[in-house]
């Protein structure tokens, strides 16, 4: 039987964590338009109802991946073979020595213990089918500090660890694991991060051309879209303008 390109995932099921908005939005648009069932998870019910209303195969999770039986719970009855780990989110920016303790909860709690969740609800079944696709959203600032980043770094080096850890742990039984490490795109990203000063949000972004969500859905596609024997693990994504997360170039800035 010849390969359906145009449809490269028809009959897989995605789970894809953070579908609400940003990169999971983009990413579940993405997959499903390839040819994936998708399972949307986050907190928002709203949100998710509304995209599950544009995608042919879509279901609705409502989940909240800090609680470790509120993730088990929401996954009962599903079987996906392409997990997309990518809730997360970034709470202020400032020195380490005026961080708020209840702010680093918030972090380590997503974007650690919130992979972990999925990964340990998920895991089984791709090891059981031999086969699947774990993808993680990391970050570049899992793989470079920057002044005032300091637990949001962590934990996204966390992720790269837990990337690599998973690697070592399951290999032998047929599954891929990527980790997709993106410089600055725009999402609502920043706007959660300062604590909804959208003015504030828009000049991280001021003279420069961020990524948009669609470029980490494509990087993602390509990585789940290769031969089986074929696994991308890290892929490194940077604007155009950024060479380090701390250099930054916005030619469309008059004032520099
Ligand atoms: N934007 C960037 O520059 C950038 C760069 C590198 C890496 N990343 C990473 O990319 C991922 C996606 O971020 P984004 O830029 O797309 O930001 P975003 O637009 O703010 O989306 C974040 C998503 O995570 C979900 N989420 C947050 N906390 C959650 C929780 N406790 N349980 C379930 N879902 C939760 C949110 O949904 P609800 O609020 O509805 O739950 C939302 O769907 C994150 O892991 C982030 O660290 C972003």
């Known amino acids: 039987m010849q390969p359906n390109t145009a449809q490269p995932l028809a009959g897989r099921t995605a789970l894809v964590t953070g579908a609400s908005s940003g990169i999971g ?81 918030k972090m380590i709690d997503t974007n650690v213990k919130g992979i972990l969740h999925t990964v340990h609800a998920t895991l089984p079944g791709l090891l059981e089918r031999k086969g699947g696709d774990m993808v993680l959203l990391g970050s570049v600032a899992g793989r470079q500090v920057y002044p005032g980043g300091n637990v949001y770094n962590a934990t996204k080096h966390a992720v790269k660890a837990i990337y690599d850890a998973l690697r070592l742990d399951t290999v032998g039984q047929g599954i891929r694991f990527t980790t997709v490490d993106p410089g600055m795109v725009e999402t609502n990203f920043s706007v959660v991060r ?46 155009t303008d950024q060479a380090s997360t701390r250099d930054l170039h916005r030619p469309l800035d008059p004032s520099q």
């Open 25 to 105: 939005r983009a990413t579940a648009l993405a997959l499903a338009e390839h040819g994936a069932g998708v399972l949307l998870a986050a907190r928002s019910e709203d949100k998710l109802t509304e995209l599950a209303g544009s995608i042919a195969d879509a279901q609705v999770l409502v989940m909240d991946v800090r609680n470790a039986e509120g993730v088990e719970r929401a996954l009962e009855g599903h079987d996906p073979d392409l997990i997309v780990c990518n809730a997360g989110l970034g709470v202020g920016v400032g020195p380490l020595q005026a961080g708020k303790p209840a702010d680093w909860d």
């Open 194 to 239: 300062l604590s909804g000063d959208h003015a504030a949000a828009e000049a991280v972004y001021r003279g420069m051309t961020p990524l948009r969500p669609e470029d980490v859905a494509d990087a993602i596609l390509y990585a789940v879209t290769r031969p089986p024997h074929v696994n991308v693990g890290e892929m490194v994504l940077w604007p």
